[in-house]
């Protein structure tokens, strides 16, 4: 049985729509943000105690990418990533890989300058720079997208819904947008893959990925 540690709404959810995309059977594990220690096995999944983890067997997986790679690998009739030796491979790996060193951290600036400088005065130059760095990731995946219906070859993978859940916390800011049509058009394609759609039911998020319940995580307060 794979069990995914998650906590809805957040980083795990590229993890939980992967999973529902494969047809895996799984169960989850809720870990409350504020009482990790609480949720049986997670230390011992992830030392580090984020999220997503995922436990297959005797296997312990964790880092968003390599839970995506993972599970798209397991699954191999799923078709989430293109065969190994397929030449879009490479793509899949690239993407995957951006994702992971930047598309993904280069919400933390725009998100939490404090984690990176007590200085509150140098958190509006941070964010700032943060929005700008957004701004040109958003147009190198536009111009991929452009030309590709897909990331990496001819069907939706994991790299597509690793971006999907990245733009799509976009949402949260009125005056940033990752991307241009392209890339609206693609998360309105990843969004309406079934296992996608069930997964953002699951996590209580809606179609731009917010939460009906923001108080809410697992169904428990914060
Ligand atoms: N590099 C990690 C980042 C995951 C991450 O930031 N998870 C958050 C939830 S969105 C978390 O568990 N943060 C707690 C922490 O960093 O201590 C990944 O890709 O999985």
Redesign the pocket.
């Known amino acids: 049985m794979i069990t995914l540690f998650q906590?809805t709404g957040?980083?795990?959810f590229a993890a939980h729509a992967a999973l529902e995309c494969a047809g895996a059977e799984y169960e989850v594990v809720n870990v409350h943000?504020q009482r990790r220690d609480e949720a049986p096995g997670f230390a011992d999944t992830n030392p580090?105690?984020?999220?997503?983890a995922l436990r297959d067997g005797d296997v312990c997986v964790?880092?968003?990418?390599a839970?995506l790679m993972w599970i798209a690998d397991r699954f191999p009739d799923a078709h989430l990533a293109p065969p190994v030796g397929h030449p879009a491979r490479a793509d899949h790996y690239r993407w995957i890989t951006w994702c992971?060193n930047t598309l993904?951290?280069g919400w933390w600036p725009v998100m939490v300058p404090r984690a990176y400088t007590p200085e509150e005065s140098a958190w509006p130059a941070m964010e700032a720079q943060g929005r700008e760095a957004m701004t040109r990731h958003g147009q190198h995946l536009e111009r991929w997208l452009q030309s590709h219906e897909w990331l990496a070859g001819d069907h939706p993978g994991v790299s597509d819904i690793y971006v999907y859940m990245i733009a799509g916390w976009g949402s949260y800011y009125e005056d940033l947008q990752i991307g241009g049509d392209a890339v609206a058009d693609h998360y309105a394609r990843v969004g309406a893959l079934p296992g996608v759609a069930r997964a953002r039911e699951r996590d209580d998020l809606d179609e731009r990925l917010k939460r009906y319940h923001p108080d809410l995580r697992g169904g428990q307060p914060l």
């Open positions: 906590i957040s980083s795990s943000p580090l105690k984020r999220v997503p964790s880092e968003t990418g839970v992971a993904h951290v």
